[in-house]
Structure formats: structure tokens, C-alpha cells
């Protein structure tokens, strides 16, 4: 996939500023790095297509999802965009399964062969045992999976992750990232992965891109990126 | 005579709650979520019924859907029918004095919904309307149904804008409010008493089965 | 599950709504086609007029509907073109704002009852006697009805200024918005004293005490004008009702409900 966009923003911590991010990004998980109030979550919003940017491209595979010049702007509905949030923003209405299975779409298909599917791509995550919990009863590390779970389950083109990992501890984070990585290595799509952790970002990382106050400031390899890198951490 | 204004009364505040709850609540999500010009304006206009005395917005209604209202009159020539002194004339005054109650539940109870979980809804491929009857309605569920509590007790109770343009027809119009004030006038002491220990006993209960009704919610 | 149930409700809600709304389509059966009348009285007149109304329909087997309330409102819903085929008002101001505007038709306005002022005091006062003992120390509250708002209140206040006792008892007035509110007092012994029609005395039975009738020159003559509406569809029958109420038969009914019949 590939991103250009432009906007200009109002920040409460740096005033305004203009966002201004390019970059490419294929099958592996590409890192979006930096300080809070950098534009990562703002980025990740435009490829989702919750904010509009000012003037850009944004490609995924062969589809276009916006494009200024030719006036193209899809709805967050047809983006095939799978968006895990910072607090997750996993249903409290709902079980683990049922959150899960809100995504998938089967014309025609009836609920109890959604949740199957559901059950299967729970398994696949290991939380089989949480499936009928509710979200207020289930582990940071569970609720975590299951979001992410809720998101490839709904057939995307691509996954974006906003610093999932954030609100865990230092325990369960070591294993939840081996299973970002498992996941991706499963489904074969471009992540983009907001951190603001060096080591997630050494560990996850296929290319890291380094945000600072708006703009692209390096794109490299992990290894590349920490060892000479221009910005103060 | 006890029962002629309990069968109206009933008639006519089931008809205008399910209209209200339904219009209520599509103009309660229209404020939390437009954004176009004029929309303070609207919703102070949908407030304003609940600020004038009852007698006000039935006179207004009245000038406006008599034989010789705005609306009323074309109406009427066209059709030879006037809704004065109809009971549906009873059900459009409960409409137009509860519903602001139902419109500023619906709407304070749909923006309390964390945006969060709609974009989440979004993201998975459902559409706004699907997102709203699966996710915003069902997490919007207790201050919704309150608004349809209180907009039914208060359509129950309406009198001042019923009387000006249902009037006060026993048998025809004369709901349970009306009831006990032409018994009150009257000097029936008696009959005022028992018409109004049945109001109460009908609210109290409308009151009661809803509260039990969310008791067994989740808190989010 | 959820989203059947709510496509479930939201049909059953829409069919409600499509019911209601054929249902009061312009072939109701309803006061347009049968002779039905409906007449639009002051609540005051509720009891004499339903048993004239009784009267009525054996002689003539069609309904009447009545629609009580005060002389004002009724008189603002004709205006605004409320379908009433016959006004029967508390007072005249109410009628004469109706015949000026051109609502009533002109020669079908008639005088139907009288009323008189009484002076009512609680059963077991005894200290009062004459609208003079009003102006006694120990008469604190008299009750009256708004001279702004109720006719009651307007003619009363044209008594107590006739005998010259108002500037006296001005302070002790108390104000009630309508004559049930002014009886009530009085029954409950809130107040020393109080003015109503006698027709409302009446209906107070024994709890209250009648002292004296005001002179009969000392306000306004109380009348209560009837007429037929103009819009009205069903004129003739209209006629017949007033013609009832005027009758020895109608005006013996309001005498037995407190009112004076014409002279």
C-alpha cells in the first residue's frame, strides 16, 4: 500500500501544524514512530477514512481509497480497513464471539455460521476459554487478542493498530507481540503499527517510519533507524 | 363515568408514546449527530412547548389546525374534515407537549455513547443505520427508555392544550385529566378522587414496570 | 435477534400509526352526517344541560355532545374554528366578542337563565349576617372570584362597590381564579366569608351557610346568552336545543340546578 497525505491540523500541545506523511508499505508490519502529538494517530485516522486529509493519494493493493486530485473519497464502510484502537473499543454489549463475529459478512449467511466462523478465528487466537465473556470480564491481555481478532475476522486489505499494546504489562506484552507477529505471518497483509516503544518497535518491525511534529523525518530498517537516528528520544 | 375517560386516556397516550418514542428519537439522533446550520435553533424550537404554559400551545394549535387555521382550513376545504374535537386532536396534544421530553432524553443519552464504538462499527463494514440500531441504540438504552417514561406520564397527565383543541367531549375527547377537572368544577368530590387515585395508580405503575425493566442492564 | 426485534416493533409501530390515521378519514360517521349536536357550555351549566340533553334526545332520538370548559377557551376555540353548532356562555362579554366578529348567527342569540349573587359565610360562623358585617374586625379573608378573569369575580366586585364596602375590605379580598376555587375555601373553612353565584351555593349543600342575596341592582344583571354558531352544519337541529332550553320544561331543570329562570 502506498500513502501520501497533507493536512493541516490543530494540535492543543504544539498549536498547528501540518501533517505531511508519505510512505510505502507491504506485506510486514510497518512501524509508525514518535513522540505523542507527532500525527501517527492522525495518520492512521485519514487511512481509515475517519479524517479527511487536505490533499493526498491513498492506495491499498489495486484500490483507491482517496484520492484528491480525482475527488475520490471512500466511506469508512468500503475501506476493507481493520482498525485495532488504543482502548480496543471492544462492544461492552456483547460477547467475546459476538464482537467477533460483527465484522464478518456472508450474504445470506445466517448468524449461527458467522459465529462459527467467529469461534474459529478465536481459536486461532487461543481464547476459546473467553468466547461467552463480556469485555469488562476479561483480561487487558484478552481484550487485546480479541480486538484483534474482531479485526482480521473482518477480511481486510490491511491492519491498523493504534499502540495496542500500551495499556498491558510488560509480561503480556512480550507474549502479544509474538501473536502480532504470528497473525500477521497468517494473514499476509501490510500492518501499520503506532508505538512510541523502541523495543516493540525493534521487535515487530519490518520498516519503521519516524514521525516528528508532522512530517517524515526517516524510513529504514529497525536496525537502521535506532542506531543512527537523528531524533532524541 | 369512570370508565369512558380511562378507555380514552389509554387510547390516546399509547397512539402518541409510539409516535413519540419512534419521532423522538429520530430527531434526538439527528441533533447528537448533525452538523448543519440552524440546529440550536431547531432544538430550541422543539423545547419551546415545554417552557409555555400547556393552554399557550394548545391555542397556538388550535389557530393553527382550526377550520380557519393556516393549515386547518385547506384542510378542511379539501376534505370537509377539521381534526378539532376528534381524539386524534387528543393524541397530537400529548404528541406536541411530551415529545420535547423524549427529543432531549434521546439526545443526551445518544451523544453519551463513546463515538468510539461507532467508528469501530464503521471500520468492521457496517453501515450508519445498522450502527445505530446494533450499537448506539443498545448502549443508549436507559436514558431512551427514560425519555419514553417520561413522555408517557406526561401525554398521560396532558390537559390545557387537549382541552383547547380535542375539547372537553365526554365519551369523545374527555380524557382522565379533563375527567377530574370538570368533576373538581363540578363539586363531585367523590369522582374527582377516584379519577385521579387511578391516574396516579396507572403512572405509578408505567413508572415501576420500567424501572424493573432496567434493572438487569449492564453499567457501562 | 436484536435487529429482528427491532424490525419487529418498528412494523408494529408503523401499522399503529397507518390504523389511526385511516381511521379518521372524512367518512367517519360523526356529527356531519347524522343530526348530531355539539354544544359548547360552561362548565357551570354541566349539570342542568345534560338533563336537558336527556330531554332532547327522547324527543328527537339524535345525540348531543357537549364540550364544557371555561366561557374563554370556549370562546377562542370558536374562533379558531372549533365545530361547535351551539355556544352557551358563562357571561355576555364572551358572546359579544363571538357576534362581533360575525361567528353566531345574529337573531339566534337569547338570554336562557339568570343568576344572582349570594353571600356565603362556613356553616357554623355565625358573626356574619349582611354584606355590611363584612366590614367587622373579625372577618379576616373573603374569598372572590378574579374580577379580571371570572365574571363571578367582575359582577361581585360591582356589588361591593355599589354598598361602598370595597375600599374598606379591599385588603381582606382574596382572589381565586375560579368559582369552585372560592366555594372550596369556604368549605374549608379557610375563609370567613365569600361571594358566589347562587347556583354554586347550591351544590355546596350543607356545608356552608347562604346570609343574604345581593340586591338585584347592585351589579349587572347576570345573564347567560345562548346562540347558535355560525360554521354550524346543523342549524335546525341547533334551534331545536335552544328552543328547549328556553322552553317551561328547560327552565324549570335550571331552576332545580340553582339558576333563576328568565322573567
Given at each position: 500500500?502506498?500513502?501520501?497525505?497533507?493536512?493541516?491540523?490543530?494540535?492543543?500541545?504544539?498549536?498547528?501544524?501540518?501533517?505531511?506523511?508519505?510512505?510505502?508499505?507491504?506485506?510486514?508490519?510497518?512501524?509508525?514512530?514518535?513522540?505523542?502529538?507527532?500525527?501517527?494517530?492522525?495518520?492512521?485516522?485519514?487511512?481509515?477514512?475517519?479524517?479527511t486529509?487536505?490533499?493526498?493519494?491513498?492506495?491499498?493493493?489495486?484500490?483507491?481509497?482517496?484520492d484528491?486530485?480525482?475527488?475520490?473519497?471512500?466511506?469508512?464502510?468500503?475501506r476493507?480497513?481493520?482498525?485495532?484502537?488504543?482502548?480496543?473499543?471492544?462492544?461492552?454489549?456483547?460477547?467475546?464471539?459476538?464482537?467477533?463475529?460483527?465484522?464478518i459478512?456472508?450474504?445470506?449467511?445466517?448468524?449461527?455460521?458467522?459465529?462459527?466462523?467467529?469461534?474459529?478465528?478465536?481459536?486461532?487466537?487461543?481464547?476459546?476459554?473467553?468466547?461467552q465473556?463480556?469485555?469488562?470480564?476479561?483480561?487487558?491481555?484478552?481484550?487485546?487478542?480479541t480486538?484483534?481478532?474482531?479485526?482480521?475476522?473482518?477480511?481486510?486489505?490491511?491492519?491498523?493498530?493504534?499502540?495496542p499494546?500500551?495499556a498491558?504489562?510488560?509480561?503480556?506484552?512480550?507474549?502479544?507481540?509474538?501473536?502480532?507477529?504470528?497473525?500477521?505471518?497468517?494473514?499476509r497483509?501490510?500492518f501499520i503499527?503506532?508505538?512510541?516503544?523502541?523495543?516493540?518497535?525493534?521487535?515487530l518491525?519490518?520498516?519503521?517510519?519516524?514521525?516528528h511534529?508532522?512530517?517524515?523525518?526517516?524510513?529504514?530498517?529497525?536496525?537502521?533507524?535506532?542506531?543512527?537516528?537523528?531524533?532524541?528520544? | 363515568?369512570?370508565?369512558?375517560?380511562?378507555?380514552?386516556?389509554?387510547?390516546?397516550?399509547?397512539?402518541?408514546?409510539?409516535?413519540?418514542?419512534?419521532?423522538?428519537?429520530?430527531?434526538?439522533?439527528?441533533?447528537?449527530?448533525?452538523?448543519?446550520?440552524g440546529?440550536?435553533?431547531?432544538?430550541?424550537?422543539?423545547t419551546?412547548?415545554?417552557?409555555?404554559?400547556?393552554?399557550?400551545?394548545?391555542?397556538?394549535?388550535?389557530?393553527?389546525?382550526?377550520?380557519?387555521?393556516?393549515?386547518?382550513?385547506?384542510?378542511?376545504?379539501?376534505?370537509?374534515?377539521?381534526?378539532?374535537?376528534t381524539?386524534?386532536?387528543?393524541?397530537?396534544?400529548?404528541?406536541?407537549?411530551?415529545?420535547?421530553?423524549?427529543?432531549?432524553?434521546?439526545?443526551?443519552?445518544?451523544?453519551?455513547?463513546?463515538?468510539?464504538?461507532e467508528?469501530?462499527?464503521?471500520?468492521?463494514g457496517?453501515?450508519?443505520?445498522?450502527?445505530?440500531?446494533?450499537?448506539?441504540?443498545?448502549?443508549?438504552?436507559r436514558?431512551?427508555?427514560?425519555?419514553?417514561?417520561?413522555?408517557?406520564?406526561?401525554?398521560?397527565?396532558e390537559?390545557?392544550?387537549?382541552?383547547?383543541?380535542?375539547?372537553?367531549?365526554?365519551?369523545?375527547?374527555?380524557?382522565?385529566?379533563?375527567?377530574?377537572?370538570?368533576?373538581v368544577?363540578?363539586?363531585?368530590?367523590?369522582?374527582?378522587?377516584?379519577?385521579a387515585?387511578?391516574?396516579?395508580?396507572?403512572?405509578?405503575?408505567?413508572?415501576?414496570?420500567?424501572?424493573?425493566l432496567?434493572?438487569?442492564a449492564?453499567?457501562? | 435477534?436484536?435487529?429482528?426485534?427491532?424490525?419487529?416493533?418498528?412494523?408494529?409501530?408503523?401499522?399503529?400509526?397507518?390504523?389511526?390515521?385511516?381511521?379518521?378519514?372524512?367518512?367517519?360517521?360523526?356529527?356531519s352526517?347524522?343530526?348530531?349536536?355539539?354544544?359548547?357550555?360552561?362548565?357551570?351549566?354541566?349539570?342542568?344541560?345534560?338533563?336537558?340533553?336527556?330531554?332532547?334526545?327522547?324527543r328527537?332520538?339524535?345525540?348531543?355532545?357537549?364540550?364544557?370548559?371555561?366561557?374563554g377557551?370556549?370562546?377562542k376555540q370558536?374562533?379558531?374554528?372549533?365545530?361547535?353548532?351551539?355556544?352557551?356562555?358563562?357571561?355576555?362579554?364572551?358572546?359579544d366578542?363571538?357576534?362581533?366578529?360575525?361567528?353566531?348567527?345574529?337573531?339566534?342569540?337569547k338570554?336562557?337563565?339568570?343568576?344572582?349573587?349570594?353571600?356565603?359565610?362556613?356553616?357554623?360562623?355565625?358573626?356574619?349576617s349582611?354584606?355590611?358585617?363584612?366590614?367587622?374586625?373579625?372577618?379576616k379573608?373573603?374569598?372572590?372570584?378574579?374580577?379580571?378573569?371570572?365574571?363571578?369575580?367582575?359582577?361581585?366586585e360591582?356589588?361591593?362597590?355599589?354598598?361602598?364596602?370595597?375600599?374598606?375590605?379591599?385588603?381582606?379580598?382574596?382572589?381565586?381564579?375560579?368559582?369552585?376555587?372560592?366555594?372550596?375555601?369556604?368549605v374549608?373553612?379557610?375563609?370567613?366569608?365569600?361571594?358566589?353565584?347562587?347556583?354554586?351555593?347550591?351544590?355546596?349543600?350543607?356545608?356552608?351557610?347562604?346570609?343574604?342575596?345581593a340586591?338585584?341592582?347592585?351589579h349587572?344583571?347576570?345573564l347567560?346568552?345562548?346562540?347558535?354558531?355560525?360554521?354550524s352544519k346543523?342549524?335546525?337541529?341547533?334551534?331545536?336545543?335552544?328552543?328547549?332550553?328556553?322552553?317551561?320544561?328547560?327552565?324549570?331543570?335550571?331552576?332545580?340546578?340553582?339558576?333563576?329562570?328568565?322573567?
Amino acid at each position: 500500500m502506498q500513502v501520501e497525505i497533507k493536512k493541516r491540523l490543530e494540535s492543543d500541545k504544539s498549536g498547528s501544524f501540518t501533517l505531511d506523511v508519505a510512505f510505502a508499505a507491504g506485506d510486514g508490519i510497518t512501524i509508525l514512530f514518535g513522540q505523542s502529538g507527532a500525527g501517527k494517530t492522525t495518520t492512521l485516522r485519514a487511512i481509515a477514512g475517519i479524517v479527511t486529509p487536505d490533499s493526498g493519494r491513498i492506495r491499498v493493493g489495486e484500490q483507491i481509497l482517496f484520492d484528491s486530485a480525482r475527488a475520490i473519497n471512500l466511506s469508512i464502510q468500503k475501506r476493507r480497513v481493520g482498525y485495532v484502537f488504543q482502548d480496543y473499543a471492544l462492544f461492552p454489549h456483547m460477547t467475546a464471539e459476538q464482537n467477533v463475529a460483527y465484522g464478518i459478512k456472508e450474504d445470506g449467511a445466517r448468524d449461527a455460521s458467522r459465529l462459527e466462523r467467529a469461534r474459529e478465528m478465536l481459536a486461532l487466537f487461543k481464547l476459546e476459554h473467553v468466547r461467552q465473556r463480556y469485555p469488562q470480564n476479561m483480561s487487558g491481555g484478552e481484550q487485546q487478542r480479541t480486538a484483534l481478532a474482531r479485526a482480521l475476522a473482518s477480511d481486510p486489505a490491511l491492519v491498523l493498530l493504534d499502540e495496542p499494546l500500551s495499556a498491558v504489562d510488560a509480561e503480556t506484552r512480550a507474549m502479544l507481540i509474538d501473536e502480532v507477529v504470528m497473525a500477521q505471518e497468517r494473514v499476509r497483509i501490510p500492518f501499520i503499527y503506532v508505538t512510541h516503544n523502541t523495543a516493540e518497535a525493534i521487535r515487530l518491525g519490518t520498516q519503521v517510519v519516524v514521525l516528528h511534529e508532522g512530517s517524515v523525518k526517516q524510513i529504514g530498517q529497525p536496525s537502521e533507524v535506532f542506531n543512527k537516528s537523528a531524533d532524541p528520544r | 363515568m369512570i370508565w369512558e375517560p380511562l378507555k380514552l386516556s389509554l387510547l390516546v397516550v399509547t397512539v402518541a408514546t409510539l409516535i413519540i418514542a419512534t419521532l423522538g428519537l429520530a430527531l434526538g439522533l439527528l441533533l447528537a449527530k448533525g452538523r448543519f446550520h440552524g440546529q440550536e435553533l431547531l432544538a430550541s424550537f422543539f423545547t419551546l412547548p415545554l417552557v409555555l404554559p400547556p393552554t399557550v400551545s394548545g391555542y397556538y394549535l388550535i389557530v393553527l389546525l382550526g377550520r380557519h387555521g393556516l393549515i386547518g382550513e385547506p384542510v378542511y376545504n379539501l376534505t370537509g374534515w377539521s381534526v378539532a374535537f376528534t381524539w386524534q386532536a387528543a393524541v397530537l396534544a400529548a404528541i406536541v407537549l411530551a415529545l420535547p421530553l423524549m427529543v432531549l432524553s434521546a439526545r443526551a443519552a445518544i451523544e453519551s455513547v463513546n463515538p468510539q464504538f461507532e467508528i469501530a462499527s464503521y471500520t468492521l463494514g457496517r453501515s450508519w443505520l445498522a450502527t445505530f440500531f446494533r450499537i448506539t441504540l443498545p448502549l443508549a438504552r436507559r436514558g431512551i427508555l427514560a425519555g419514553v417514561v417520561l413522555s408517557f406520564t406526561r401525554a398521560l397527565g396532558e390537559f390545557g392544550a387537549t382541552f383547547m383543541l380535542a375539547g372537553n367531549i365526554p365519551g369523545k375527547t374527555q380524557t382522565m385529566p379533563l375527567a377530574i377537572y370538570e368533576a373538581v368544577i363540578s363539586g363531585e368530590d367523590k369522582r374527582a378522587q377516584i379519577l385521579a387515585l387511578i391516574l396516579t395508580g396507572v403512572s405509578v405503575a408505567a413508572v415501576y414496570l420500567t424501572s424493573k425493566l432496567t434493572k438487569g442492564a449492564i453499567k457501562y | 435477534m436484536q435487529r429482528r426485534f427491532v424490525m419487529t416493533a418498528m412494523a408494529v409501530m408503523i401499522s399503529l400509526l397507518l390504523f389511526s390515521i385511516l381511521s379518521c378519514g372524512p367518512n367517519r360517521p360523526g356529527s356531519s352526517n347524522s343530526n348530531e349536536l355539539t354544544v359548547s357550555a360552561a362548565v357551570s351549566l354541566r349539570d342542568a344541560f345534560n338533563e336537558i340533553a336527556d330531554l332532547y334526545e327522547k324527543r328527537n332520538g339524535s345525540k348531543i355532545h357537549f364540550n364544557y370548559g371555561a366561557s374563554g377557551a370556549l370562546q377562542k376555540q370558536i374562533e379558531s374554528g372549533a365545530p361547535a353548532d351551539v355556544f352557551a356562555s358563562a357571561g355576555a362579554k364572551q358572546m359579544d366578542d363571538l357576534a362581533a366578529k360575525d361567528f353566531i348567527v345574529p337573531d339566534s342569540r337569547k338570554d336562557f337563565a339568570r343568576n344572582s349573587l349570594v353571600l356565603v359565610v362556613p356553616a357554623m360562623v355565625t358573626a356574619v349576617s349582611s354584606f355590611g358585617d363584612l366590614t367587622n374586625p373579625s372577618v379576616k379573608k373573603v374569598a372572590v372570584g378574579n374580577p379580571k378573569t371570572v365574571p363571578a369575580g367582575q359582577y361581585t366586585e360591582q356589588t361591593l362597590n355599589k354598598l361602598g364596602l370595597l375600599p374598606a375590605i379591599q385588603s381582606r379580598l382574596i382572589f381565586a381564579e375560579d368559582i369552585r376555587q372560592v366555594l372550596d375555601y369556604v368549605v374549608r373553612d379557610e375563609v370567613d366569608a365569600s361571594v358566589v353565584y347562587s347556583s354554586d351555593a347550591l351544590s355546596a349543600g350543607d356545608k356552608i351557610r347562604v346570609v343574604v342575596r345581593a340586591p338585584d341592582d347592585s351589579h349587572d344583571p347576570i345573564l347567560y346568552p345562548i346562540a347558535i354558531v355560525n360554521d354550524s352544519k346543523q342549524q335546525e337541529a341547533a334551534r331545536k336545543f335552544i328552543d328547549l332550553v328556553l322552553s317551561s320544561e328547560g327552565q324549570a331543570i335550571l331552576v332545580r340546578h340553582g339558576f333563576l329562570a328568565m322573567k
